[in-house]
């Protein structure tokens, strides 16, 4: 089965930015893929950030679209998570997330998702 690992977390100042990498491995192609990022805040369940079609087509959630971007590299087998203007509300841990595509849409449905990454924390000070 394919493994997920996120790279890019750390520690920012509000206002700053932050790139997240999910790097599949070797055994998998992206390609064919629903690609996705989710984060957990303590206490909280999974919140759907953005996904990412095999064709480039790309959903946000409504409250972090123009903030965050995804994107997809299909020759490093890779991809980001773009992340601007980061608060302190920001403050999770970040999951990559994929599942094979299936027809339907790619969406922010954690339930759906076969295979996670291990998660990469991301603290916002003020």
């Known amino acids: 089965q394919a493994r997920l690992k996120e790279s890019g977390g750390g520690s920012v100042q509000a206002g700053g930015s932050l790139t997240l990498s999910c790097s599949a491995s070797?055994?998998?192609?992206?390609?064919?893929?629903?690609m996705a990022w989710f984060r957990q805040k303590p206490g909280n369940a999974l919140e759907g950030i953005a996904t990412i079609e095999g064709n480039g087509l790309t959903r946000y959630a409504v409250s972090l679209k123009g903030r965050f971007t995804i994107s997809k590299y299909i020759n490093s087998n890779t991809w980001d998570l773009q992340m601007s203007r980061l608060q302190p509300e920001d403050t999770a841990k970040y999951f990559c997330?994929?599942?094979?595509?299936?027809?339907?849409?790619?969406?922010?449905?954690?339930?759906?998702?076969?295979?996670w990454g291990q998660g990469t924390q991301v603290t916002v000070s003020s």
């Open positions: 070797r055994d998998t192609t992206i390609d064919g893929l629903c």
């Open positions: 997330a994929a599942r094979i595509d299936r027809g339907g849409g790619c969406w922010l449905l954690d339930h759906q998702y076969t295979v």
